[in-house]
């Protein structure tokens, strides 16, 4: 009988420390997946032509897709969200070294989880803006779902190129 005691005791042992052990096997699995790709995974592909939108920017503006001159360079941003918050003033100081005029860029500004304002004073000098709802159209139809992006766009409303350190956008990163 107390061998069988003894075998339960033991059982019921290696049954608890096989719980921790997976338990945190599973709290690390996260560390463990492959880092993202440097390039957007999230976003519609190169040669994507953007579906037609209308909104109102935040000086109250009407911009359409058919507004964007050719080589318009797009930024897709959302507040509270970090890889944003560490593009951010490197898209600015790019689009200021290279002297990019207003017109040719815009900043879409997500609805995050705090006022889009932060952002919004950053880009207003540099950059047409559409925040919240409005922004929401403009990146349902470059088929954005993650931030951030940041893509040039052919007068067709094509992308010609997509990237989040803006290297592959024929800007100098600065920062």
């Given at each position: 009988?107390?061998?069988?005691?003894?075998?339960?005791?033991?059982?019921?042992?290696?049954?608890?420390?096989?719980?921790?052990?997976?338990?945190?096997?599973?709290?690390?699995?996260?560390?463990?997946?492959?880092?993202?790709?440097?390039?957007?995974?999230?976003?519609g592909s190169?040669?994507?032509?953007?579906?037609?939108?209308?909104?109102?920017?935040?000086?109250?503006?009407?911009?359409?897709?058919?507004?964007?001159?050719?080589?318009?360079l797009v930024?897709?941003f959302s507040?509270?969200?970090?890889?944003?918050?560490?593009?951010?003033?490197?898209?600015?100081?790019?689009?200021?070294?290279?002297?990019?005029?207003?017109?040719?860029?815009?900043?879409?500004?997500?609805?995050?989880?705090?006022?889009?304002?932060?952002?919004?004073?950053?880009?207003?000098?540099?950059?047409?803006?559409?925040?919240?709802?409005?922004?929401?159209?403009?990146?349902?139809?470059?088929?954005?779902?993650?931030?951030?992006?940041?893509?040039?766009?052919?007068?067709?409303?094509?992308?010609?190129?997509?990237?989040?350190?803006?290297?592959?956008?024929?800007?100098?990163?600065?920062?």
């Open positions: 009988m107390a061998v069988l005691g003894s075998a339960v005791a033991l059982l019921g042992a290696l049954t608890v420390l096989n719980l921790v052990l997976t338990y945190g096997i599973i709290r690390k699995l996260p560390s463990l997946a492959p880092a993202r790709p440097a390039g957007p995974v999230d976003a190169v040669g994507t032509v953007a579906g037609d939108f209308s909104v109102h920017t935040a000086d109250g503006s009407v911009l359409t897709r058919q507004d964007l001159p050719d080589g318009a930024g897709f507040p509270g969200c970090e890889p944003c918050t560490e593009l951010l003033p490197r898209f600015s100081a790019a689009v200021r070294d290279l002297r990019i005029s207003r017109a040719e860029v815009l900043a879409v500004i997500a609805s995050g989880t705090e006022s889009p304002h932060p952002y919004a004073d950053e880009l207003g000098d540099i950059a047409r803006l559409a925040v919240g709802g409005e922004a929401a159209r403009i990146a349902e139809a470059f088929g954005i779902t993650g931030y951030p992006v940041v893509c040039r766009v052919a007068s067709d409303g094509s992308v010609t190129v997509i990237d989040r350190e803006l290297r592959a956008l024929g800007v100098r990163a600065a920062g």
